[in-house]
């Protein structure tokens, strides 16, 4: 089946250590999603690319990064992360197609990425 | 700047009996879409139902169903028949139509349903 894959679901890394989580992708959707989500908080957008169109939200610290060599591969990195940064880490794709973004498609989850800042 | 807000930390309900979930949002803007998202216990993210805001009929998939009202800017959710698996959390989520945010979803801080057998 079609689906968008998070690798790990668990990851453990210490403190100030970078860490790399990695969101895949079957569906061939041209936009892919980061969010941190804390425990018993709605997930917060960190960033999305739109085809190579990087988009940072005003408020995503310096700390994270992304990078998507290829359509079917995201990655969040986590330059130094800090206790604070501890989350599940959610990947979403979706997709738009035609000059404006009159598109009903819903944005397609990951199972997400368990961090935890040792 | 949009927002979205869910005014019920949690629910319960009786398994197949009926519960109701609110969310009411705030925009400026005429046409956008409004979301309701499942999420179990370690689960993934699913999407239990949308619905489009020029269109005055509320959506409906089986057992789930809206109540949006537009003026209001209310979009409850209603549950009928509710089942065990039904327990998870549910976040209310709105996108705006156009502009740079290329379907950026805005969520409700979620409300956790429980399912009493």
């Known amino acids: 089946d079609a689906m968008v894959i998070q690798n790990p679901r668990y990851q453990v890394t210490q403190f100030g250590k970078p860490v790399t989580l990695s969101c895949s992708q079957t569906l061939n959707h041209n936009v892919m999603y980061w969010y941190q989500q804390k425990s018993s908080q709605a997930p917060k957008l960190l960033f999305h690319?739109?085809?190579?169109?990087?988009?940072n939200e005003a408020d995503t610290p310096d700390n994270f990064q992304s990078r998507r060599p290829n359509t079917s591969f995201c990655f969040l990195d986590i330059r130094s992360p800090g206790l604070g940064d501890a989350a599940m880490y959610l990947c979403?794709?979706?997709?738009?197609?035609?000059?404006?973004?009159?598109?009903?498609?819903?944005?397609?989850f990951g199972d997400g990425t368990r961090l935890s800042i040792l | 700047a949009q927002t979205v807000t869910q005014s019920q930390p949690e629910m319960s309900v009786q398994e197949a009996e009926t519960v109701t979930l609110s969310c009411t949002y705030d925009t400026s803007e005429s046409d956008y879409y409004l979301f309701w998202y499942k999420q179990p216990p370690s689960r993934q993210m699913i999407l239990v139902i949308r619905?489009?805001?020029?269109?005055?009929q509320n959506a409906t998939e089986n057992r789930f169903s809206v109540n949006f009202q537009k003026a209001a800017k209310s979009f409850s959710l209603k549950i009928s028949d509710s089942q065990l698996g039904d327990a998870a959390m549910y976040f209310c989520a709105y996108r705006a139509l156009w502009g740079g945010s290329q379907g950026n979803l805005i969520f409700g801080k979620g409300t956790k349903l429980s399912v009493k057998p």
């Open positions: 979403a794709t979706s997709n738009f197609s035609g000059t404006g973004f009159r598109s009903n498609q819903p944005q397609h």
């Open positions: 619905q489009e805001a020029y269109k005055q």
């Open positions: 690319y739109y085809d190579k169109d990087f988009n």
